[in-house]
């Protein structure tokens, strides 16, 4: 009645609803209770399971995976305990008396589990190629018919070396199962070597299905011993052309910078892939990193400026790792063990700046540094002939836009670190492509792996200091930014004035070409431009890319060596009266970039007069 005659304006009141204390507080721990069991249920798969899982499927890139495991896992349970209330810890100790009275052991459980992957993986290994082949005990004592079809399947195609393919034929056998090179003519099949390979398996799928001479030599300096292994792996010639231009065959020239060189190792007695000198400069930049973190998120006192101050400090400091070790990582010179170089690399370039070392690796290592400066095969160059923001070589489309390249395109070099965290998404997973280059298809691992490592990136570089440290969004991000900018800085002026200036070479620059008129290595010292020799402090802000030369010529030797071998090259070159470049400083070089650019924006294709 009282609500029947209750005003249709008024509010209409409730009945009050009575929860006995006893009952509330059992339905709340109940509801956690059951959130906790689940938490509890996850930890025991993250701590048990999955590291037996990574272990047996990705042994290649576990401890990465496993640190970021264990990472996510010790956070989840600190949260599981921060949360728990008194009664859900009461129940779970009651719970666990029951099941070691009743004898009810869970971890036996786990451990059943674990034997039962074990024996799956081991099993499954046998005949899908899916699963590394070191735990399909076969390959030892026998043959299955998965076995048989890796090792056979590519191969059945020829019946001897007298077969013949086209790069597009080679190119369509680009994977883990059937994975083809082109070596000096030859075409090989290298899939039952891959997981063989002393350098392991990751640089040999990145370039099959192409024409990879010349980065065979450069990784291959000092020993005719992968000639040897390789000759047996031959099954066919290639015929029809090639993908990209190709350099002359070598005349002596880099012959004799490798003995040189392999004879500077001999004598002196040292690593040419010492990890040693990169690591102990990393604690220094790792330890002024963090120390500019804490800075630029208000752990450490201080007003607005010092704030933004540190971020650019951090910017920087982020981009060192990238020239130091991430750099040698990518070329295999930092260690002798793939593991060791797969971890440090991918540590710093995909977990630490967020970008992807897949990515890097098919732009750098497979375009850049056999193609350098090549007008249509350098990713590094512009690809769009026609309407490309800036303008580097002849065979371009002259704009009006152009002649004020120099002024435009400084500013928009800061942009490089966060276009190359999108660009490896779009361009490199999902497009298969990065520049004029095919890439390769992905493994699930290196899926998986660039969504972790970005995933963690955001993590630690937005959502803490936004939401666990409660920075004020709008300085954050303006601090952001200045530090992103200063990454992109940092680097695009390191790389480009090595390349893009007036002193450099650009094969096929005015027009299109099949061949190019000098030798790789030749090629490759006309194209780099040296600065700065004997410079402590240049050497290490630039992470020795002042030595450019040596770098391009020996990419898989420590980049702290550069300094001593760069005048057994410089004296090679006036033998054989190659032109080397070497600037007094970085200014001089920064000069020469510019002017490049300036005269890229007001002169057009170089025209041929033929007077009759």
Request: aromatic share 14%; proline share 5%; hydrophobic share 45%.
């Amino acid at each position: 009645n009282g609500l029947l005659a209750a005003s249709p304006a008024a509010p209409l009141p409730l009945p009050a609803i009575v929860v006995p204390t006893e009952n509330k507080k059992m339905g709340e721990g109940m509801d956690s209770y059951a959130t906790n069991l689940a938490v509890t249920i996850i930890l025991e798969f993250l701590v048990t399971v999955v590291p037996t899982m990574v272990g047996f499927c990705f042994a290649e890139h576990a401890l990465p995976l496993l640190v970021t495991e264990y990472f996510f896992a010790a956070v989840l349970s600190a949260l599981s305990h921060y949360h728990a209330k008194e009664y859900i810890h009461k129940h779970c100790r009651k719970e666990k008396m029951n099941q070691l009275l009743d004898k009810e052991l869970p971890f036996l459980t786990n451990f059943r589990a674990q034997i039962m992957l074990s024996t799956c993986i081991a099993i499954l290994a046998v005949d899908f190629t899916v699963f590394p082949r070191r735990f399909a005990k076969t390959e030892n004592f026998g043959f299955s018919v998965g076995l048989r079809e890796r090792k056979g399947a590519a191969r059945a195609a020829a019946t001897g070396t007298d077969a013949t393919y086209t790069w597009q034929e080679v190119a369509e056998h680009n994977t883990a199962k059937s994975a083809w090179v082109i070596i000096r003519g030859v075409v090989y099949d290298v899939t039952e070597w891959a997981d063989k390979h002393p350098g392991g398996s990751e640089l040999i799928l990145l370039h099959s299905g192409r024409e990879c001479s010349d980065t065979f030599d450069s990784y291959h300096p000092f020993s005719a011993r992968a000639d040897k292994i390789l000759g047996k792996y031959a099954v066919g010639k290639l015929v029809g052309g090639s993908e990209f231009p190709t350099y002359k065959p070598d005349t002596g020239f880099y012959k004799e910078c490798c003995e040189r060189v392999h004879q500077y190792f001999i004598d002196t007695k040292k690593d040419p892939k010492s990890g040693f000198a990169g690591l102990w400069r990393m604690i220094f930049v790792l330890a002024v990193a963090t120390v500019a973190y804490m800075g630029m998120n208000q752990l450490i006192p201080g007003n607005v400026y010092a704030q933004y101050a540190w971020g650019v400090v951090f910017g920087a400091f982020q981009a060192l790792p990238l020239l130091h070790v991430m750099h040698d990582a990518s070329h295999a010179a930092i260690t002798s063990s793939p593991t060791g170089w797969i971890f440090i690399g991918r540590l710093a370039m995909d977990w630490l700046a967020g970008a992807n070392m897949v990515s890097w690796l098919n732009q750098h290592v497979v375009g850049h540094h056999i193609y350098t400066n090549v007008a249509g095969a350098d990713p590094d160059l512009p690809v769009d002939f026609k309407s490309d923001v800036r303008r580097i070589v002849y065979r371009q489309v002259l704009l009006p836009v152009y002649k004020f390249q120099h002024l435009y395109l400084p500013p928009l070099y800061g942009v490089l670190g966060l276009k190359f965290r999108v660009q490896d998404i779009f361009e490199t997973f999902v497009a298969l492509t990065n520049g004029p280059l095919r890439v390769n298809p992905h493994s699930f691992t290196d899926w998986a792996e660039m969504i972790a490592s970005k995933a963690f990136w955001v993590f630690y570089r937005i959502y803490i200091p936004l939401a666990v440290l409660q920075v004020d969004a709008a300085r954050f991000w303006g601090v952001f930014f200045l530090c992103e900018f200063t990454t992109g800085w940092y680097l695009a002026f390191n790389f480009q004035v090595s390349h893009v200036s007036t002193a450099c070479d650009y094969p096929g620059g005015d027009e299109a070409v099949t061949s190019i008129d000098d030798e790789w290595a030749v090629s490759q010292v006309k194209s780099s431009v040296d600065y700065a020799h004997g410079s402590f402090l240049t050497t290490f802000l630039a992470g020795a890319l002042n030595y450019q030369v040596t770098h391009h010529l020996f990419p898989g030797i420590s980049q702290y060596h550069y300094p001593a071998i760069a005048p057994i090259i410089i004296d090679v070159c006036k033998k054989y009266n190659i032109k080397y470049t070497v600037l007094p400083n970085f200014t001089e070089a920064m000069v020469g970039h510019f002017d490049h650019l300036k005269i890229m924006g007001k002169m057009g294709k170089r025209v041929t007069v033929h007077m009759g």
